[in-house]
């Protein structure tokens, strides 16, 4: 997990400690899982292969550009929620890059979520 916002990967990393993230899904099923890493160095996206920015819109330029430089050949770029006009922006921070890349968006968040204990459970709305 990689957050560009001053402190917030520091705050997430300590907030969740050794144990997992927990989510509550609509149905009450909760699923457990824990992040390779919190962090907000943007090398680590030389490890990807695929890449989901589920970050407001105005904030995908600042992602594409940080990442840009680590990212490999092929590494598939989801967004979402997506706007018009998004591989464009792709296009033009990556530069020559952007054609060795698979970009993608959504429309709109497949789902609403909430903290209900911030940086270690949620819940879908």
């Known amino acids: 997990a990689v957050s560009l916002y001053a402190d917030e990967a520091a705050k997430w990393k300590e907030a969740l400690g050794g144990g997992e993230y927990e ?4 149905t009450g099923k909760v699923i ?11 090398s680590v ?3 990807a292969d695929a890449i989901v920015l589920a970050v407001p819109s105005f904030a995908h330029g600042q992602y594409f550009e940080a990442f840009a430089p680590h990212m490999k050949p092929n590494c598939v770029v989801a967004v979402m929620p997506a706007r018009s ?7 033009s ?3 020559a890059k952007a054609k ?16 209900t204990d ?7 709305l």
């Open 23 to 26: 989510l509550t899904l609509d």
């Open 32 to 42: 457990t899982s824990k992040p390779d890493d919190i962090t907000n160095d943007p």
């Open 45 to 47: 996206a030389a490890k």
């Open 85 to 91: 006009g998004g591989d464009i922006l792709f296009a």
């Open 93 to 95: 921070k990556l530069g």
């Open 100 to 115: 060795d890349m698979i970009f993608m968006g959504f429309e709109t968040l497949p789902w609403a979520c909430r903290f």
């Open 118 to 124: 911030w940086g270690k459970k949620a819940t879908i």
